[in-house]
């Protein structure tokens, strides 16, 4: 009744927010030159929600997620999870909130500590959690098993296993402390192709469990296509589109989203993408180009979901 | 495969005659005073630069002490200035190079004092060191640790700042986990290769160096036993009494060398990249 009640009040259809990103900005000040690696990012992830952040190699994306677990702190703008702006937290506070916002790497063979047995690795992350659960060994062979793999493998190192079960690892690793967002920075791009299948499949199996969020940073837009609810076109540190998978998949309004998708022949229907939308300019593209001569960084509504920034 | 075997045979080679040599060392050191029955400090000018027989395994020096005995007790010696100095530089060295690596400020200020000490040849050091300090076993240690402390500073440093870098150290960081608990379960574990290889060489280089100090006459006081002083003291009768010096020469070289293939064994076998290999 309660929940009904709640339904009705809470006419729209988004499950809550879970991560808002407010115009983060953040430089490398390297040898005489700056290099604006985030500039006025933002975006929100919802509860249960996939967010892709997509762009080119150097765009900016990884940069991005660290200042999401805060491993690099924001130049300027803010980031508020829960509605609590984790800038402002203290270390100590930080520590104890940590547990909330995990990683996995692209790299699965530099994110395991090589000197732990995969029994340490997995009880120092489930002992973050907010309640440690009183039998240890159990749940992380409870996990294991939840990534696939079989309870034998507690007493081994990492570097008895291949990539494709390291990242299992580091799945079972990231879900133990029970988190609700976890951040995939291109999780699958050092995998063969059967096995980059597998593990998307079982971040969705876990997704669907669990019901985290992820924010799945990937260049590989077949990849993203699978697993994206929304996705933010990422270019030179700046989100040029944002919008609905469908929106950005079959109507990309920017021109460097469309030269994205005309730069991937892997992608199945990448033909049909470059025959829409490549060649004829669609009428708001028109406009954009023609409001971006006047107001650049303006934001350019496509739908509600969907926007883009006319910025060229 | 048959070549990475093949290194890997030959690396437990160089760590088992390492430590067959290191061993004999010991042994010799330790059952020689229960089996000879000389004094070490005890003259005999009647038994004067007597030559190696059946009395005085060894011969006798030029003011008669048996150079058996006193090179037992020089070795003891030498062990002990060797671990101890190992040690000491080894901790300090340790903290100094973590914390640098961990905090930019100290970084600075411990890396100036290291490159300042290092700018010094280490021997050069020690006996300045020495001088300043004044000659025996403790400060010895102190002069010879203060020389030997920068280049394990400066190995753990650059260690740890790779080892920070990873992905794996993120993930701990990521986990909420304090900084004690990272540098004791992940940046410790993984910098142990270079540190034990950088502190067996430490070693052996704080036994040799304890030999010069002394043959210089600013290392173990007279009439005190030590390798060094004895090579030192020889090195007058080299052509009329060549034991004198002969043995604790040997002595020196022997314990130098099994440390130095103790060291170029566990470099290799505990190189990262050669275990990554396997
Ligand atoms: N610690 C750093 N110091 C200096 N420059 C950096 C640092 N980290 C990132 N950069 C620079 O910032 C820019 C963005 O880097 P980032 O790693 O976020 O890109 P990315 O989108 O993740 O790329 P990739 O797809 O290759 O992983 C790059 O130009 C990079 O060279
Ligand atoms: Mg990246």
């Known amino acids: ?312 | 495969m048959h070549t990475l075997l093949k290194i890997r045979e030959k690396t437990n080679a160089y760590i088992l005659t390492g430590i067959a040599l290191l061993t004999i060392v010991f042994m010799f050191s330790t059952i020689g005073p229960l089996v000879s029955a000389f004094d070490p400090l005890l003259t005999a000018p009647a038994m004067r630069l007597t030559a190696p027989g059946s009395v005085h395994w060894m011969g006798t020096d030029d003011v008669g002490r048996d150079v058996f005995i006193r090179v037992i007790y020089g070795i003891k010696i030498s062990l002990i200035i060797g671990v101890v100095v190992a040690l000491i530089s080894g901790i300090t060295g340790t903290i100094a190079g973590v914390s640098a690596a961990y905090y930019p400020i100290t970084s600075k200020v411990i890396m100036r004092i290291v490159d300042g000490i290092m700018a010094f040849p280490t021997i050069i050091l020690a006996i300045v060191l020495a001088g300043i300090l004044g000659a025996g076993m403790r400060n010895i240690i102190i002069a010879l640790s203060i020389s030997y402390f920068p280049m394990i500073a400066r190995v753990v440093r650059n260690a740890t700042a790779e080892v920070l870098a990873t992905e794996y150290v993120e993930s701990a960081e990521v986990l909420g986990k304090s900084n004690t608990y990272i540098i004791f379960r992940y940046i410790l574990p993984n910098i142990a290769s270079p540190l034990i290889v950088q502190i067996t060489y430490t070693f052996a280089m704080a036994i040799l160096n304890e030999s010069i100090l002394s043959f210089l006459g600013v290392g173990i006081q007279i009439p005190t036993p030590s390798l060094g002083g004895m090579v030192s003291d020889g090195r007058n009768y080299i052509s009329t009494a060549p034991w004198i010096i002969t043995f604790p020469g040997l002595v020196i070289s022997w314990i130098v060398l099994s440390l130095d293939l103790l060291g170029d064994g566990l470099r290799e076998m505990l190189d990262p990249r050669r275990r990554r290999a396997s």
Not at chain 1, 64 to 89: A, C, H, N, Y
């Open chain 1, 1 to 312: 009744m309660l929940e009904l009640q709640m339904r009705e009040q809470n006419s729209h259809p988004k499950p809550p927010l879970l991560l808002e990103i407010k115009n983060i900005c953040k430089s490398f000040v390297s040898k005489n030159s700056v290099i604006k690696a985030v500039d006025r990012v933002s975006f929100n992830i919802h509860k249960g929600e996939t967010y892709a952040l997509v762009g080119e190699s150097g765009c900016g994306k990884t940069t991005t997620g660290r200042m999401i677990l805060r491993l690099l702190d924001v130049d300027k703008g803010q980031i508020l999870f829960e509605g609590i702006p984790i800038s402002g937290l203290t270390k100590r506070q930080l520590r104890k909130k940590r547990h909330t916002i995990q990683i996995i790497f692209q790299n699965p063979y530099g994110s395991l500590n090589p000197r732990m047995k995969i029994s340490t690795l997995l009880a120092e992350a489930i002992v973050s959690r907010a309640e440690k659960p009183s039998h240890i060994r159990a749940e992380a062979e409870r996990l294991l098993q939840s990534v696939g793999l079989g309870k034998e493998n507690l007493d081994k190192y990492p570097h008895e296993f291949s990539g494709g079960q390291r990242q299992r690892i580091c799945i079972a690793r990231a879900i133990a402390t029970h988190p609700k967002l976890i951040i995939c920075d291109e999780p699958v791009s050092a995998l063969d192709l059967l096995v980059q299948a597998q593990i998307l499949c079982l971040l969705q199996k876990l997704q669907k469990e669990y019901g985290f969020s992820y924010l799945f940073i990937s260049h590989d837009l077949s990849v993203v296509r699978y697993m994206s609810d929304r996705i933010g076109v990422m270019y030179n540190g700046r989100i040029v589109e944002e919008g609905t998978r469908d929106e950005i998949f079959k109507n990309p309004q920017h021109s460097y989203t469309r030269l994205l998708f005309a730069s991937l022949p892997t992608l199945k229907n990448a033909d049909a993408f470059a025959a829409a939308h490549i060649q004829k300019d669609t009428e708001t593209c028109q406009k954009v180009l023609r409001q971006g001569k006047e107001h650049s960084n303006q934001k350019v509504e496509v739908s509600p979901t969907h926007y883009l920034l006319a910025d060229q």
